[in-house]
């Protein structure tokens, strides 16, 4: 392919960074039951993405009762937005006969990609970035239990691989990825986890809070800008206060509806002449005040 057309499938944010194997296999074996007599979907993938193996090779032993899969065409002129765009009106139609979509969408179209999947009611368990969290469209639904983060730990790092013809044409490079080379071959490094809505297990299980806020208050100062207290730490939770606290994006790893409300995110808090990254704003379920 010429450069040119590698321009052309960068402009149509065709997604050819491939998902690895290993990583697939660790997050999908926690769903096998759900595929029993299912329908998948892998609707950004095409014959030789690791979803399609994956699924070809365990279609069997996961009782699937059909396995659909679509991508990109890449032509002589190009990239085919026509046919394989999961907004194509045939990958429409698959979608619609579908019951659980699994793949890796272009993290570009993430927000759009999603809100398909909720007009369609689609289960679903795909990659993400962690950043999406926050996204004002995928917030309220990750806050109404609508979505969640998967089983995969959040500070796991997630490898793509990168095909040689992207490094050669030098398209590679992204802000928002590190590109490596690991035995021979060119990877991205990049701050992904997994995302679904089918109901997590992992979400019934309390979080031990081991740490008191009234021995040590000066472990938790306010916000200047934000009525909360820094929780810099998911493990440093207070077990004795009812208030609202900031904790990092990363706490979406122990998140359980039943023992914490998820209120809002904040852009950054700020603790004096610092500031602190992104932070979800919690609070215990219980008592709704406190006295500090």
């Known amino acids: 392919m010429s450069v040119e057309n590698l321009q052309a499938a960068k402009a149509a944010k065709a997604d050819e960074f491939y998902t ?16 029993s007599g299912k329908i998948v979907y892998c609707n950004c993938d095409d014959n030789s993405s690791n979803f399609v193996k994956y699924f070809k090779e365990h279609f069997d032993e996961l009782g699937l009762k059909k396995l659909l899969y679509s991508g990109y065409k890449i032509t ?20 619609k006969e ?16 999603v809100a398909q999947l909720m007009h369609y009611q689609k289960f679903f368990v795909i990659l993400g970035n962690k950043n999406a969290i926050t996204y004002k469209e995928i917030f309220p639904l990750i806050q109404k239990n609508k979505m969640f983060v998967g089983y995969t730990s959040m500070s796991k790092e997630i490898y ?5 013809k992207y490094i050669d044409a030098g398209l590679a490079a992204n802000k928002d ?36 806020y009234y021995e040590n208050p000066e472990r938790y100062p306010k916000y200047d800008n934000y009525d909360a207290i ?3 730490k998911t493990a440093d939770i207070p077990c004795d206060y009812f208030g609202e606290m900031g904790v990092p994006i990363t706490f979406m790893d122990k998140y359980n509806p039943a023992q914490f409300e998820l209120l809002k995110y904040i852009r950054g808090g700020q603790l004096g002449k610092r500031w602190t990254y992104k932070r979800l704003i919690i609070r215990q379920r219980g008592l709704k005040s406190t006295s500090t």
Do not use: M
């Open 20 to 35: 690895q194997l290993e990583d697939i296999e660790r997050e999908l074996k926690h769903y096998r039951a759900f595929f």
């Open 230 to 232: 820094e929780v810099s």
């Open 177 to 212: 990825r590190t590109i490596v080379k690991i035995e021979g071959e060119y990877v991205s490094r990049s701050a992904s986890i997994w995302f679904t809505n089918i109901p997590l297990k992992k979400q019934n299980e309390e979080l031990p809070l081991v740490c008191s």
């Open 160 to 164: 793509f691989h990168v095909p040689q």
């Open 98 to 113: 579908a019951d659980v979509v699994v793949t890796n969408p272009p993290f570009s179209l993430f927000r759009e990609f």
């Open 76 to 95: 002589p002129s190009g990239v085919d937005k026509s046919t394989g765009d999961f907004r194509s009106a045939e990958c429409i139609e698959l979608l």
